[in-house]
């Protein structure tokens, strides 16, 4: 059972457009919901987090927005770059992290 | 920050031998680490949690005597892939918690194995 549903699972955005990756979950035990940074043959990086008592967070260029009736939370950037080309994923924590299936994001010049 | 280091970042063995990854956390002490497998364009997914001064507790699914994981320190946990075959070709991350940091974890780098 997958318990975090990301989505899309492809992402092309021109050069300063804006990305915008969603994600669901089931489980109301989670209480940290953190976005990660993927390039090929590196381990995640944590790029931003949230936890269900706020509704948004913003850090640069990157912002989580989180709906905790809707059990939603989405990941935005903004003024995206050719750099920001990666895989995206977003998770859910109670006691372990469970992550979703992850976006690649293609930013075009 | 919390850094976690991870080593080694690739190896390729034979099949039939064993493989040994470590992962530190360099500026922290974790008493939990967390092991996990990455296939190509996949997600990650949990093997075990380590934990340490005790025993490893695996996910459904992952074989324990293939997969031994130690955590013999605060600050290092290794995972050893036994016999190793070629389905076992895969990217492992190790991560932990940083205690002082709230709820983040941090990840090494993976270990690419490939196994001939």
């Known amino acids: 059972q997958q318990q975090v549903k990301q989505s899309p699972q492809s992402l092309i955005v021109q050069k300063g457009g804006i990305s915008i990756i969603n994600c669901a979950y089931e489980?109301?035990?989670?209480?940290?919901f953190p976005w990660y940074q993927q390039f090929p043959g590196k381990g995640p990086a944590l790029l931003i987090a949230?936890?269900?008592?706020?509704s948004e967070k913003k850090e640069g260029r990157f912002t989580i927005s989180f709906n905790k009736s809707a059990k939603q939370f989405s990941l935005h950037i903004m003024d995206s770059q050719p750099g920001d080309s990666a895989t995206y994923f977003c998770a859910a924590s109670d006691s372990t992290l469970t992550f979703g299936k992850g976006t690649m994001l293609l930013v075009s010049p | 920050g919390a850094v976690v280091s991870q080593h080694p970042s690739w190896v390729i063995c034979k099949s039939g031998t064993s493989v040994k990854i470590e992962c530190r956390s360099l500026d922290f002490q974790a008493t939990t680490m967390f092991w996990y497998r990455q296939f190509p364009k996949q997600s990650l997914m949990l093997m075990a949690t380590?934990?340490?001064?005790?025993?490893?507790?695996?996910e459904q699914g992952v074989e324990k005597d293939k997969f031994l994981i130690n955590h013999a320190s605060l600050t290092l946990s290794t995972l050893t892939v036994t016999s190793a075959h070629p389905e076992d070709s895969s990217f492992y991350i190790c991560?932990?918690?940083?205690?002082?940091?709230?709820?983040?974890?941090?990840f090494g780098s993976g270990t690419r194995l490939t196994v001939v």
């Open positions: 949230i936890r269900p008592d706020v």
């Open positions: 991560s932990a918690r940083d205690p002082r940091g709230g709820y983040g974890y941090t």
């Open positions: 380590s934990n340490e001064g005790s025993k490893a507790t695996y």
């Open positions: 489980n109301t035990a989670f209480d940290y």
